[in-house]
């Protein structure tokens, strides 16, 4: 992208009469979709960049069912490290303003890639959890006792690692990892937010599959898209408008220039 471009678009977010302003006080339906940058101001690691997990961790030993195969003690230190991280982390005005607008629009849907469960603790309406949830678990086994998965909070495990309760197996923990498939059913709940009048990416790297494909997905079916990040990411030129900023900072301003229509 040019800088010309993006020194315009910044000018945008100060706007108030601006393209995207004018979108979303006129929108009837709003999606928005986030990724780790929108939990980096509540403390939560991004996976990449300079300070992202995946800079000290490797995805292979740590996030894919091979490596859970192989080592399921290690993936769960691992996992039970980053749940006691999440653990002492609240929503951030993104958070805060995403949910706000989630009771505003009449037909709104929040995909998340984020398995860290702030957006539920903000009071976001109408959720997708595309990559799961860290505070989920199910039967590694699949057994025929237990439920399909269930809400397990425990921060540290008294055995590891940790049993299945059904069938005395393993459990894992809720999320998606790398070669794994997103349940139809969830990415069924994904492609209905595509039809809206605007579709927001708010704080993911647009690189993993197939969340970043969901904006372009989003403007083909007409749409008016936008995106805010700290930095370009490969989707910057396809979408209309690209804000750079910190969303914890774009968001509020843009939501002060929307006061009125959102009462
Ligand atoms: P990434 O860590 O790949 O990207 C985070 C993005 O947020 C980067 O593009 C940053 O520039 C941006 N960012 C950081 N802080 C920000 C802020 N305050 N405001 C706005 N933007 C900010 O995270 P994701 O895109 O969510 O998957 O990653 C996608 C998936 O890759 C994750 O769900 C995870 C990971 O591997 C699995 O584990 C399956």
């Not at 993006?6 to 979303?24: E, G, K, M, R, Y």
């Not at 490596?67 to 003690?73: D, I, L, M, T």
């Not at 805060?96 to 539920?120: A, P, R």
């Not at 998606?176 to 997103?182: A, K, L, N, T």
Request: aromatic residues 8%; proline residues 6%; hydrophobic residues 40%.
């Amino acid at each position: 992208m040019r800088s010309g471009t993006l020194s315009l678009q910044l000018l945008q977010v100060q706007d108030p009469n601006s393209q995207i302003v004018h979108a979303l006080q006129t929108a009837q339906s709003l999606t928005v979709l986030t990724g780790a940058g929108v939990s980096a101001a509540s403390g939560v690691p991004t996976f990449r960049g300079q300070e992202g997990l995946w800079k000290s961790y490797r995805p292979e030993i740590l996030a894919t069912p091979q490596a859970f195969a192989k080592n399921p003690k290690l993936v769960w230190e691992w996992y039970q490290w980053r749940r006691t991280k999440i653990a002492t982390c609240k929503p951030n005005r993104s958070h805060e303003i995403i949910s706000k607008w989630s009771h505003h629009y009449s037909k709104f849907t929040l995909i998340t890639q984020n398995v860290d469960g702030l957006h539920e603790q903000a009071g976001t309406e109408n959720v997708v959890h595309l990559h799961g949830s860290i505070w989920e678990v199910f039967c590694w086994n699949d057994c025929q006792l237990s439920p399909p998965r269930w809400i397990d909070k425990t921060l540290i495990y008294s055995k590891m690692p940790p049993a299945c309760p059904y069938c005395g197996g393993l459990i894992r923990p809720g999320v998606i990892w790398f070669g794994e498939s997103i349940s139809s059913e969830i990415l069924e709940s994904a492609t209905r937010g595509l039809i809206c009048d605007v579709f927001l990416t708010v704080g993911t790297s647009s690189i993993v599959y197939p969340a970043a494909s969901l904006i372009c997905a989003a403007k083909a079916k007409g749409a008016f898209t936008a995106e805010i990040n700290l930095e370009p990411t490969p989707v910057s030129e396809q979408v209309d408008v690209s804000m750079l900023g910190a969303a914890e900072e774009v968001l509020p301003k843009l939501d002060s220039f929307l006061v009125d229509s959102l009462l």
